[in-house]
Nanobody
Framework: VQLQASGGGLVQAGDSLRLSCAASGRTLSNYAMGWFRQAPGKEREFVAAISRNGGQTYYADSVKGRFTISRDNAKNTVYLQMDSLKPEDTAVYYC?????????????????????WGQGTQVTVSS
């Protein structure tokens, strides 16, 4: 599966952005999905995950209550709605996919569990 992330940009603190991750080549409903981010000088970190059927989601503590992951399997697209953005959210955001043979309600939170990655989209939040 090929992943294309988009929607990043430069915003001010408190603003919102919605990232999209469009998949091609395979049916997205067979894949659990996740978002990760990497800030300058830091390691890539987990942001959010969603199960194949969209019924289960999980968030890093740093974004819980501000970010919402969702998916539209009919459109082969996963979204990350980011509200109340903070300067510390500045990073390159990556979407990732893993073909899941487990329950459709299963999600993954570890980077090594994902085997397909998008190219990343830059999010910059100014104070």
């Amino acid at each position: 599966v090929q992943l294309q992330a988009s929607g990043g940009g430069l915003v001010q603190a408190g603003d919102s952005l919605r990232l999209s991750c469009a998949a091609s080549g395979r049916t997205l409903s067979n894949y659990a999905m996740g978002w990760f981010r990497q800030a300058p000088g830091k390691e890539r970190e987990f942001v959010a995950a969603i199960s194949r059927n969209g019924g289960q989601t999980y968030y890093a503590d740093s974004v819980k209550g501000r970010f919402t992951i969702s998916r539209d399997n009919a459109k082969n697209t996963v979204y990350l709605q980011m509200d109340s953005l903070k300067p510390e959210d500045t990073a390159v955001y990556y979407c990732a996919a893993v073909r899941s043979s487990y329950s459709a309600s299963y999600y993954y939170t570890r980077e090594y569990q994902y085997n397909y990655w998008g190219q990343g989209t830059q999010v910059t939040v100014s104070s």
